[in-house]
């Protein structure tokens, strides 16, 4: 058991989630609260539902950056079927789904099809889709979603009862989470197809030998991700109670950043859910710290990206280090 | 014998500017093991490869499969008509797990929705079993060595439980105690009734297993012949046209030391390796493979520095921390997997030839003399006979054989003080072989100290003057080449 | 040599000068007296340099198989703190000249600072490229900011802002720039000792470190280089500007990287020419100039740039599978 | 505008970037003031607030040959040379919004005054909390000239008018995001459990300090103020999370740009006290070249409904 715990691949980027979480929590106690990791969790629920899209593209050895302009799209497309056509909230989620799943399996013929590079393709899409939704709504903000849609965001899941009175819960919003994840889960571990987004991200040339069909594969993830944004959409949207559509601007490289931090692979073939939501809850605890230990606005921004480069870099030099002294003669 | 299996009828496959076959035909029967031979660039793997469904031949050409004809292959429908194969390049994934290495082809090729875990550990249990070895299922097979990553893939062909097996030169990286071991894999299997078809360049291993040999010559058909319808000569000159068996060298006497190895120790790969090269010698590293061969030799040219000893070059201590002051000392090092560590595949041979002469091309300006550049590989190409011969060509594009000529080339137009060659033969035909023998021997004579590793003991007491014998990272013993037999050897190595 | 040049005329340079040739004809039709304009063309050839040796800079990391999301914020460290210099200079009674001088040095020292940071992170370490030029460009924005303050530094010499808004015999200096650099940029990566490995690096860093090269000296000087370029690329727009900001160019970070592949640039490493960039800036260039003298709205602007994106590669695709057939 | 052949004037206004609901509103003004005086209205702008973007889009609206050019700088500095340019192609140069460079503009004009502006925030903040206590200053973007303009000079005036207000951390930057803005402000409440005011400069700022401030029940106890528009902030300010938004119309500052525009091409000079039909009654700085519309309106619980911006 022991042994087993110590091979687990994420566990560089686990000690430094730790150690980074007990730095804040001495410099502010209020960060280990209940009430703060439920604050984390509702406002970084997005990012952690997208980031389940991104792994899966990232292991077939693709990149999205069109992410962030297909869930603007979603959002725009998903308010307006809120103000015009129907409050109801599995339509909605329909809708949604639907919507980013079409635009998700633009991308994956593109790339599958037409075999143009995963981060040019999604590029073209991103300036094409973002352009047009801008060039539509033309930035205006959509308000008035409907009562009921809201009050559904307002709902939570379990509460919490505290000392003064108040209740805090696990946001309503969660369960999208939950779904992604669980979806992704078992996709990766329990399907052929699953198996086969490893395959192909580890070595395409003998996945197509094997009898798998990559195309297929590729457009089935780039079209699933799309689903998972539909998702994403969904729970943004009830959160904030509006559609904003410049409100996901390089809203990109944070999906891609937390992944990578994770441990996925930008090749292709290496990544898992569990790295990838500790990358998110890296990304998360470090954004949270900010303010919480005080740090002044404009160092904000330096320790940041120190503490990417430094983590990443610890996580790197540990892989070589045991690379460098792995066995391999059982010397005499 | 058994039934005819498959049979094929006017096979042909044009590549660009490349007639790879030539309407090849013939049958495989059930219960034979048939060997495919040729040189290198014959067409051996472009034919098991439309076998497979990943090439589609040229329109014209018959499969016949159990009475069905068909024009071409899917991989899937090659799977589902259980045919496996074991690649040249292993097609394996280096991020999967052992486990799923071998046996997540079945659940694709029985078109399942959904992973059966218990399922794959069984199989792959089992394949494994019938190997007589054993390995952590989940390992990822990256971490895994050449050879036992070899041994993957035979697993994972046992697994298919398929009709007509396939092995391209599956024995290139094993040694000789882990070919006998598949030979009586194969032989069990033919038992069982199912059809071998096996590719190698080392002609005694041929013998030892084949029952029927088919022959091509630059993607021609030649002929098809009993196991004793032919000896070892026949062979050979109906597959290059002419004679040829092992030169046996003469050996050099000692001259002065050019390379002294003092105490390399590497912890968890070699302990306490002394050694002295000298100039104009071939000395000979063998043992099993996993012995440590490539560490030390990894550690001379510094991939993978040892932890302490010395390296004395021309009787002075130099430190080779990098293989960029390996080189810039005079080491040549032929990597053994030319695939991952010897060639930039997607690459042209030119690119590939220059790779390490860059100082050379480049004058004081730093830019490449391009006329100089041709040159060189123009003459290298010639030299190593590389074909075809076209320098543009991209590397991946050429046969294994050739593949390996390229990376021979590379390492000596630099013109090394020491050359240290890790198998250099593999995958090479017997008349390229001779050629490559010819050229070291060459070599040695004008001055150069070679360290040669192979598994194949013919060819160390072939070429080798001395022949250092390792086991388990340790130099056990060492040998003069001139009065020992194979046995001799063996019997240090085990 | 006949079959050389067809090749070379079937090359995606070729098609892609092509597209270039359309595009810029189909403009001059739709606005002959404006984006015909001797006046035009000269805004063009002031506008294209910054972008273009950004783009150039983008494409030689590119090349070995990076990214370098970090480059226009190196840019504009490096304009920040040689303009922080030079304006306190002037200010503090220094000769313009001397001010410019040691503006100009610091400029580029400031980059190649960036240069070696993410170089030494990236070879020597070992980060992936994406995720260290991430951290980078943040970092580099919160030093920028620290500085600025959020502001803009200005009060540069008159002599300064000269550099980027003059011309010779009609031609403006930073395009005499932008030519010299891609010049130097050619000879380096296509013709140089060093280019050769930047591409073998880029196909395969294992085999190239086997092959005896310094895979990390060479990937160290490359950030070096290209975040020289991008120091360069920081002077132009300063001096254009005026000013010196941390968010100058930020723009142009996805436009470069679409640049280099729409010229041909593998975004896996280890290929791309030179002169195919510059094409594809020039095709983005004109685009641009052209619709916005149109008059098209902006957003769609930003979709024509994506579509041409995809079918430049589209196109791409479908020559390389006739050509595929056919032989 | 040689290929008009017309007389009809042409003017361009920028905006710092387009597809803001801000700037959107404007371009409603500025395209109706068009229509009204009969004058040819383009309105485009860089897609992102980019200085370097903006100069690009500028010289291809020299090359286009147009009669004004008013613009609202991302940065003053930046926009210098490419304005001479401008000039010396005979195009007037007016600045709106945000002020450029001041020599090389032949108008200024400005809803505000950003002082008095800053000042007007500050003293409504103080109506709701007190003027004592802890705040804090969420703003769009730490490099946004105007935004900056009014926090100092909202901070210069607590300095001084409010010694008792406590400023918890420097000015906290959103990314011009209500997200952001929301995540911030969670942020802040739990990093400073005194805090009493935030204020949000940029308008997704203040709402999302208020849907913060909601949804932790705590509407009593924090007062958020700030700059937003009356439409999208309708339901913060409803449900009394956000106690008060300040902002005047932005389509009546296009439509003043444009008619300013034209009356200065057809040679008028602004004069103080003027009245500008559809806009009211402006001000005009003694060096005779800098308008000011006015002041801003307050938008309340009680009055959002009676605007349509
Ligand atoms: N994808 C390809 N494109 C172009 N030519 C190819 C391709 N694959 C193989 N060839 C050419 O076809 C010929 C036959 O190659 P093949 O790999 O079948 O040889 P082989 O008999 O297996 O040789 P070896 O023993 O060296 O492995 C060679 O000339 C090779 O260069
Ligand atoms: N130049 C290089 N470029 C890319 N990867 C390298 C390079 N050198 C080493 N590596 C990788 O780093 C790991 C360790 O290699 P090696 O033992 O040669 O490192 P080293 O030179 O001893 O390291 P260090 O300089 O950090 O002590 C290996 O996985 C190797 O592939
Ligand atoms: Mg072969
Ligand atoms: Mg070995």
């Not at chain 1, 297929?216 to 009830?238: C, D, K, N, P, Q």
């Not at chain 2, 994934?93 to 799923?100: A, G």
């Not at chain 4, 500028?58 to 991302?74: F, Q, R, T, W």
Request: glycine share 10%; charged share 20%; proline share 4%.
């Amino acid at each position: 058991m022991k042994t087993k715990l110590l091979k687990i691949k994420e566990l560089p980027i686990i000690l430094i989630l730790i150690v980074i979480s007990i730095i804040i929590s001495v410099a502010n106690p209020a960060f280990m609260t209940l009430e703060n990791f439920l604050d984390i969790l509702k406002s970084n629920l997005v990012l952690a539902i997208m980031s389940m899209g991104m792994l899966m593209v990232m292991l077939t050895g693709g990149i999205d950056v069109s992410v962030s302009s297909v869930i603007t799209a979603v959002a725009v497309i998903t308010g307006y079927s809120l103000m015009h056509w129907s409050s109801n909230l599995l339509f909605t989620i329909l809708v949604a789904v639907l919507s980013g799943t079409v635009m998700g399996l633009f991308n994956g013929l593109l790339i599958a099809k037409l075999k143009i590079p995963p981060i040019v393709a999604t590029l073209g899409t991103m300036s094409v889709i973002l352009g047009l939704v801008l060039y539509i709504t033309n930035g205006t903000w959509m308000t008035g979603i409907p009562e009921k849609f809201i009050d559904f965001g307002r709902k939570k899941l379990i509460t919490f009862p505290t000392g003064d009175g108040k209740a805090l819960g696990i946001p309503i919003q969660f369960l999208f989470l939950l779904v992604a994840v669980l979806a992704t889960w078992f996709i990766l571990r329990k399907t052929v197809i699953g198996r086969g987004i490893y395959a192909i991200g580890g070595n395409r040339d003998s996945a197509e030998r094997m009898g798998f069909k990559p195309d297929r594969i590729i457009i089935f993830v780039y079209a699933f991700e799309g689903f998972l944004i539909g998702l994403a959409a969904v729970a943004h949207t009830s959160i904030m109670r509006q559609v904003d559509p410049n409100a996901f601007l390089g809203f990109e490289m944070q999906v891609i950043a937390a992944v990578v931090l994770g441990g996925a692979s930008v090749l292709g073939g290496y990544g898992s859910i569990l790295g990838t939501l500790i990358g998110v809850s890296l990304f998360c605890v470090i954004n949270n710290g900010l303010i919480l230990m005080h740090i002044p606005t404009f160092w904000q921004k330096i320790v940041v990206g120190l503490i990417i480069i430094g983590s990443i870099s610890i996580d790197m030099t540990q892989k070589k280090r045991t690379e460098r002294n792995k066995t391999r003669v059982d010397v005499e | 014998m058994g039934q005819t299996l498959i049979e094929l009828k006017n096979i042909s496959k044009t590549f660009p500017g490349v007639k790879a076959l030539e309407n090849i035909g013939f049958s495989i029967d059930s219960g034979e093991i048939h060997a495919l031979i040729g040189e290198n660039g014959a067409g051996k793997s472009t034919l098991i490869k439309i076998l497979s469904g990943v090439y589609q031949p040229d329109s014209g050409g018959q499969i016949i499969l159990g009475g069905r004809v068909v024009e071409s292959l899917t991989p899937l429908e090659a799977l589902q008509s259980e045919i496996a194969v074991i690649y040249q390049d292993f097609s394996l994934f280096p991020n999967l797990s052992v486990m799923e290495n071998i046996a997540l082809e079945q659940s694709v090729k029985n078109n399942d929705n959904l992973v059966d875990w218990k399922a794959m550990e069984r199989i792959s249990r089992d394949a494994l079993d019938q190997l007589g070895i054993s390995l952590d299922l989940n390992t990822i097979l990256g971490d895994l060595s050449i050879a036992k990553q070899q041994l993957v893939a035979i697993a994972r062909s046992l697994a298919n439980n398929a009709r007509l097996l396939i092995l391209d030169e599956p024995t290139s990286s094993l040694s000789k105690n882990e070919v006998r071991k598949l030979f009586d894999i194969m032989h069990s299997l033919k038992n069982k009734g199912m059809a071998l078809l096996f590719i190698s360049h080392k002609i005694d291993e041929l013998f030892a297993i084949s029952d029927k040999f088919t022959i091509l010559r630059d993607g021609k058909y030649i002929g098809t012949y009993g196991e004793d319808e032919l000896d070892d000569e026949q062979l050979i000159s109906l597959m290059v046209g002419r004679k040829i068996e092992y030169t046996i060298y003469p050996k050099n006497k000692r001259t002065e030391p050019l390379l002294e190895v003092r105490g390399f120790s590497k912890k968890g790969n070699f302990r306490d390796i002394n050694f002295t090269l000298h100039k104009g010698e071939i000395l000979g590293l063998t043992g099993l493979v996993g012995a440590g061969r490539t560490e030390v030799a990894q550690a001379i040219f510094g991939l993978n520095p040892a932890d302490e000893g010395t390296l004395l070059l021309d009787g002075k201590e130099i430190i080779n921390s990098t293989p960029n002051d390996a080189v810039k000392a005079g080491f040549s090092f032929v990597p053994e997997n030319r695939l991952q560590e010897g060639l930039v595949l997607s690459k042209s041979i030119e690119d590939n030839i220059s790779l390490t002469m860059l100082d050379a091309l480049s004058g004081k300006s730093s830019l490449i003399n391009l006329k100089k550049r041709k040159e060189l590989t123009r003459n290298w190409m010639e030299k190593m006979d590389i074909r075809p011969n076209i320098p543009e060509m991209i590397t991946s594009k050429l046969s294994g054989g050739n593949q390996q000529r390229v990376v021979i080339s590379k390492w000596l137009a630099t013109d090394p003080k020491v050359l240290i060659v890790d198998e250099p033969t593999n995958g090479i035909d017997i008349g390229a072989k001779s050629g490559i023998h010819q050229l070291l021997r060459d070599l040695a004579e004008k001055g150069l100290g070679i360290i040669i590793i192979s598994s194949e003991l013919p060819e160390i007491l072939a070429i080798a003057d001395r022949v250092a014998v390792m086991r388990r990272g340790r130099i056990i013993t060492e040998f003069f080449c001139e009065n020992i037999t194979q046995e001799d050897i063996m019997s240090k190595a085990l | 040599m006949k079959p050389e040049l067809k090749r070379r005329l079937k090359s995606k340079e070729a098609v892609l000068f092509l597209i270039f040739v359309v595009i810029f004809v189909f403009m001059s039709i739709l606005s002959p007296t404006r984006f015909l304009s001797l006046y035009n063309l000269q805004s063009m050839a002031y506008q294209l340099p910054e972008f273009g040796i950004l783009a150039l800079s983008m494409m030689i990391v590119i090349i070995t198989g990076g990214i370098n999301l970090s480059v226009t914020y190196t840019a504009t460290l490096a304009m920040i703190i040689g303009g922080f210099a030079m304006s306190h200079m002037f200010a503090g009674g220094s000769s313009a000249g001397l001010s410019v001088l040691v503006g100009i040095i610091l400029m580029l020292a400031g980059s190649l600072a960036c240069g070696a940071f993410n170089g030494y992170v990236i070879a020597y370490i070992g980060v992936t490229p994406m995720l260290a030029t991430l951290g980078a460009m943040t970092f580099f924005e919160g030093i920028s900011l620290q500085v600025t303050r959020g502001g803009a530094i200005s009060g540069f010499p008159i002599e300064f802002i000269k550099i980027g808004n003059t011309a010779v015999l009609g031609i403006p200096v930073p395009m005499i720039i932008f030519l010299f650099v891609l010049a130097t940029v050619y000879l380096f990566l296509e013709r140089s000792r060093m280019g050769a490995t930047l591409y073998m690096i880029g196909s395969n860093p294992k085999v190239t470190r086997y092959s005896g090269i310094n895979v990390r000296k060479n990937l160290f000087i490359t950030y070096l280089i290209a975040s020289l370029l991008a120091g360069i690329a920081g002077i132009l727009m300063a001096s254009r500007y005026n000013s010196a900001k941390e968010s100058y160019g930020s723009s142009y970070l996805l436009q470069a990287v679409s640049a280099a592949v729409l010229g041909g640039t593998s975004i896996a490493g280890g290929e791309g020419k030179v002169i195919g960039t510059v094409i594809a800036v020039l095709i983005i260039q004109v685009i641009s100039s052209g619709l916005n003298i149109i008059g098209l709205n902006r957003y769609l602007t930003n979709v024509v740039m994506g579509l041409i994106l995809i079918v430049v590669l589209t196109i791409n695709f479908l020559t390389r599978e006739k050509q595929f057939r056919n032989n | 505008s040689s290929d008009k052949g017309s007389d009809e004037l042409t003017i361009v206004v920028m905006p710092k970037l387009v597809g803001i609901p801000y700037f959107n509103a404007s371009e409603v003004g500025a395209m109706q003031a068009g229509k009204d005086l009969g004058v040819n209205v383009i309105y485009t702008g860089p897609t992102t607030a980019d200085a370097a973007e903006q100069v690009r889009m500028l010289e291809d609206l020299i090359s286009k040959g147009v009669d004004a050019i008013c613009v609202a700088p991302n940065d003053a500095a930046a926009l210098t040379p490419v304005l001479m340019k401008a000039k010396s192609a005979g195009i007037a140069v007016l600045d709106w919004d945000t002020p450029a460079d001041p020599n090389v503009v032949d108008l200024s004009i400005h809803q505000i005054d950003d002082k008095q502006y800053g000042e007007h925030i500050w003293d409504l903040l103080v109506e709701g909390m007190g003027d004592t206590g802890d705040y804090a200053i969420i703003t769009g973007g730490l490099s946004a000239a105007n935004l900056n303009s009014w926090i100092d000079a909202g901070l210069d005036y607590a300095k001084k008018t409010y010694p008792g207000l406590n400023l918890v951390t420097e000015r906290i930057p959103s990314d011009e995001k209500q997200q952001v803005a929301y995540q911030k402000t969670l942020d802040l409440i739990k990093a400073y459990p005194n805090l009493k005011g935030v204020v949000g400069i940029s308008t997704p700022a203040p709402l999302g300090a208020a849907q913060a401030v909601e949804e932790k029940g705590l509407s009593d106890v924090i007062t958020v103020v700030g700059t937003s528009l009356p439409t999208d902030s309708g339901p913060y300010l409803a449900d009394g999370s956000l106690k008060v938004g300040t902002l005047w119309d932005p389509s009546k500052l296009g439509y003043l740009t444009v008619v300013m525009a034209a009356d200065f091409l057809k040679g008028n000079k602004p004069v103080d006290g003027q009245m500008v039909e559809n806009v009211g009654k402006i001000s005009v700085w003694p060096d005779g070249r800098t308008v000011i519309m006015g002041p801003p309106a307050d938008f309340t619980k009680e009055n959002y409904k009676t605007f349509n911006f």
